[in-house]
Every structure is written in structure tokens, then in C-alpha cells.
């Protein structure tokens, strides 16, 4: 199954969809780490502990990933054969990703209720506050959307320059 993965995304798409593995866990940790003294459970140990040993997995999977042979093609997000275009921009539209990841965390763990009352009471500082995270969302979006747009032209000119050989 390893094999046929990273034959499918190469090596570098083989570790970066791996690491949900220990992802996955780690935000269930930091997600619940904060509710945990008002519940009194464990259970942020709990998942901090599965990542942590998930995170230990990957690692033993990565240093094994270099053994495993790759059918030699063009893969999308390998970074030894990824041109400095495509590079610049899967790295721009992965910092928009994680900008919008962590815009959509805080708005998940945030009470809201007191903008919106504020805002409903006629307050111009909790409006202006409400636009200007409205717009930091839209330029997350907005640039997420543009950067893959490059990234995806630049992987499509290296396709083009590799068959043209």
C-alpha cells in the first residue's frame, strides 16, 4: 500500500498526506486542551499522547519512504522535481491555507455572542472589528484561490517542458 501511494504522489505527496496520521490527533489535543479544566477530563492527554506516538510512526515512515521505489514520472508535489515557479507558489497558497485554517479555528472557539449584541446596539468599533476579519477571510480565500491557480499553471508548464523532451 506504501509503495502504491507514493508511486501515485511521489514521495514528498506521500509524507505531506501521511502526516494526517499525527495531524489529525494533535489538533483533536489543542481543540480540547482548552475546554478541559472546565470538564475536568483527560481526554486532551489522551489525544495529545496518540499524536505523539502517531508523530513518532511518521517519522519511522519517512526515514523508510527513500527504500521505497517510485515509477520515475512527473509527480505534482515532488520537490525535487518541482520547478522554483511551482515552488513559490504551492509554498504562497499552503501559507493561505493555513491563514484560512487558523481564521476558521479561532472563529470555531470564539463566543460571538458579545460582537453581535454590540454590533445590534448600533457600536461602530465591534462593526468595524466584524469587517475587518470579513476581509481577512476573503483574502485568505481570495488568495488560496489565486495562488493554486499559479501553482497549478506552473505544475501544468512543467508537464508541457517534460513531454516536449
Same mark, same amino acid.
Given at each position: 500500500?506504501?509503495?502504491?501511494?507514493?508511486?501515485? %504522489?511521489?514521495?514528498?505527496? %506521500?509524507?505531506?498526506?501521511?502526516? =494526517?496520521?499525527?495531524?489529525?490527533?494533535?489538533?483533536?489535543? @489543542?481543540?480540547?486542551?482548552?475546554?478541559?479544566?472546565?470538564?475536568?477530563? @483527560?481526554?486532551?492527554?489522551?489525544?495529545?499522547?496518540?499524536?505523539?506516538?502517531?508523530?513518532?510512526?511518521?517519522? =519511522?515512515?519517512?526515514?523508510?519512504?527513500?527504500?521505497?521505489?517510485?515509477?520515475?514520472?512527473?509527480?505534482?508535489?515532488?520537490?525535487?522535481?518541482?520547478? @522554483?515557479?511551482?515552488?513559490?507558489?504551492?509554498?504562497?497558497?499552503? =501559507? %493561505? +491555507?493555513?491563514?484560512?485554517?487558523?481564521?476558521?479555528?479561532?472563529?470555531?472557539?470564539?463566543?460571538?455572542?458579545?460582537?453581535?449584541?454590540?454590533?445590534?446596539?448600533?457600536?461602530?468599533?465591534?462593526? +468595524?472589528?466584524?469587517?475587518?476579519?470579513?476581509?481577512?477571510?476573503?483574502?485568505?480565500?481570495?488568495?488560496?484561490?489565486?495562488?493554486?491557480?499559479?501553482?497549478?499553471?506552473?505544475?501544468?508548464?512543467?508537464?508541457?517542458?517534460?513531454?516536449?523532451?
Amino acid at each position: 500500500m506504501i509503495q502504491r501511494l507514493a508511486d501515485r %504522489f511521489g514521495r514528498t505527496g %506521500f509524507a505531506a498526506l501521511a502526516s =494526517v496520521i499525527w495531524a489529525v490527533p494533535m489538533a483533536a489535543w @489543542a481543540g480540547s486542551s482548552d475546554l478541559s479544566p472546565y470538564d475536568k477530563t @483527560a481526554y486532551p492527554w489522551v489525544a495529545l499522547g496518540i499524536g505523539v506516538v502517531m508523530l513518532v510512526v511518521w517519522i =519511522v515512515l519517512l526515514t523508510r519512504l527513500r527504500t521505497v521505489p517510485v515509477t520515475p514520472r512527473q509527480h505534482r508535489f515532488d520537490l525535487a522535481q518541482m520547478s @522554483a515557479a511551482e515552488k513559490r507558489w504551492t509554498l504562497v497558497a499552503f =501559507v %493561505f +491555507l493555513a491563514g484560512l485554517i487558523a481564521w476558521l479555528n479561532a472563529a470555531a472557539t470564539v463566543d460571538w455572542g458579545p460582537l453581535f449584541s454590540s454590533i445590534r446596539a448600533g457600536k461602530i468599533g465591534p462593526l +468595524l472589528l466584524a469587517v475587518v476579519l470579513l476581509v481577512f477571510l476573503a483574502a485568505f480565500a481570495i488568495g488560496l484561490g489565486l495562488s493554486w491557480r499559479k501553482a497549478s499553471a506552473a505544475f501544468k508548464a512543467r508537464l508541457d517542458g517534460a513531454s516536449a523532451r
